[in-house]
C-alpha cells in the first residue's frame, strides 16, 4: 500500500497531541505579570513538547516521501512510535506541573526515550520494505544523530535524580540537534 495514509493518521494523532498540551495550559486568574510566573515551568515544558512533536512530524514526513509502500510491520511499527508520543501531554503536565521534580522530569525522558527506539524501529521496518539500497536507506547511512539521542536521553533520565534542570538541559539539547530536518533525506528524495 503507498504511504498516503498513514502519514494522514499520524498527522491528525500528532495535531491531536498537540491540541492536548495546549488545552492544559491554563489562564491565571490575576491579570498580571506576576500571575504568570508559577506558569513558567509549565509553560517551558508545553515549549519544548511542542517542539518535539514538530519534530517527530517533521522527520516522519521526510522519511515517508523517501518510502514508496508500506506493510503492516510499517504501520505497526508506526503506531509503536505514536503510542509513545501520545503520552507526551501527560509526561509533559506532569513535569511542568512539578517543577521539573525528579520523578516527573526522569519519566519525560523515559517517553523520549521510548519514542526515540520506536522511530528507530519504524525507520529500519520502512528499509526493509523497501530492499537493499532503498533511498531512506542511503540517506540515513550511520545515522550519528539517530544512535546518539537515546544515549543523551539515558543521561538525561539519570540526572534527572540528581540536578533536574541538568536532565532538562539535555532533553533540549537533543531537541536542538533534531531542530533542522535531516537534509539527507531531502536530497537523496530529490536524486531519486
Known amino acids: 500500500m503507498d504511504t498516503g495514509r498513514l502519514e494522514a493518521f499520524t498527522d491528525g494523532v500528532i495535531a491531536i497531541l498537540i491540541t492536548i498540551m495546549i488545552l492544559e495550559l491554563k489562564v491565571p486568574h490575576e491579570p498580571t505579570w506576576s500571575a ?11 515549549v519544548l513538547s511542542f517542539i518535539y512533536l514538530g519534530i517527530y512530524w517533521s522527520n516522519h514526513h521526510h522519511m515517508l516521501q523517501a518510502a514508496e509502500r508500506v506493510n503492516g510491520a510499517v504501520l505497526w511499527a508506526n503506531l509503536h512510535l505514536l503510542f509513545w508520543l501520545s503520552l507526551v501531554p501527560f509526561v509533559t503536565s506532569w513535569m511542568g506541573e512539578n517543577h521539573f521534580a525528579p520523578i516527573p522530569t526522569a519519566a519525560y525522558g523515559a517517553v523520549l526515550f521510548c519514542a526515540a527506539i520506536a522511530y528507530y524501529i519504524l525507520q529500519g ?14 540517506a540515513v547511512g550511520g545515522d550519528l544523530k539517530g544512535k546518539l539521542s537515546p544515549i543523551l536521553y539515558l543521561v538525561g533520565i539519570g540526572l534527572a535524580f540528581v540536578r533536574p534542570w541538568l536532565s532538562d538541559l539535555f532533553y533540549a539539547a537533543v531537541a536542538l540537534m533534531w531542530l533542522v530536518p535531516d537534509r539527507r533525506i531531502e536530497t537523496q528524495v530529490a536524486r531519486a
Do not use: K, N
Open 125 to 138: 521496518a520502512i528499509i526493509r520494505e523497501q530492499g537493499p539500497g532503498s533511498t531512506l536507506e542511503r
Open 36 to 46: 504568570l510566573g508559577p506558569m513558567l515551568p509549565v509553560f517551558l515544558t508545553y
